[in-house]
């Protein structure tokens, strides 16, 4: 009877070992895909104007504007001057999802800023104070956001210019 040397035997058994493993690799190729995109820029086309407004307008009257600028004023505070929604011109890579979001808002002495609403191109208004996403598609490169607020009375105007602010904040989703 032959027997096998320690060296046969040790080929034999990698031999078998790399049979295995050879039976249960796999391999896959993975793609790593990016989309490149211009930065966003915004650029400031008129302030939301709320117009000339009664000094005696008391504590929680309301005067509001929408996107088309069509003013609600209940309690008769607005007494000329000009009434507008404020537009931002959004400049993004077309066909690229946005968020939109308006934050840190500065209410003017007298008032507070609330309620805001935005409309982006030619889309429909919609609540921005949260976040507004804004789909990817046929969404444009270029186009007007529009945005409009609430502004309640505080009951503590006095007469002269009460400028409050807000940051629009635009980013890819």
């Known amino acids: 009877m032959k027997t096998l040397s320690n060296v046969t035997k040790i080929a034999l058994t990698l031999a078998a070992v790399s049979i295995t493993s050879q039976a249960f690799a796999e391999t896959e190729s993975v793609d790593a895909n990016v989309t490149w995109v211009d930065p966003i820029t915004l650029v400031e086309v008129n302030a939301l104007n709320f117009g000339?407004?009664?000094?005696?307008?008391?504590?929680?009257?309301?005067?509001a504007i929408d996107t088309a600028d069509a003013v609600t004023d209940t309690n008769t505070n607005v007494v000329g001057g000009t009434q507008e929604a404020a537009e931002v011109t959004v400049t993004a890579t077309a066909g690229s999802a946005i968020n939109i979001l308006i934050d840190t808002v500065v209410d003017g002495a007298g008032y507070a800023l609330s309620g805001f609403v935005c409309k982006y191109?030619?889309?429909?208004?919609?609540?921005?104070?949260s976040n507004l996403a804004i789909a990817g598609g046929s969404v444009v490169s270029s186009g007007p956001l529009l945005i409009g607020a609430s502004l309640t009375a505080d009951g503590t105007a006095v007469a002269g210019a009460a400028n409050g602010s807000f940051v629009v904040n635009v980013d890819y989703q």
Do not use: F, I, K
């Open 121 to 129: 191109d030619v889309g429909v208004e919609a609540a921005c104070d």
């Open 52 to 63: 000339m407004l009664d000094v005696n307008a008391l504590n929680t009257e309301v005067v």
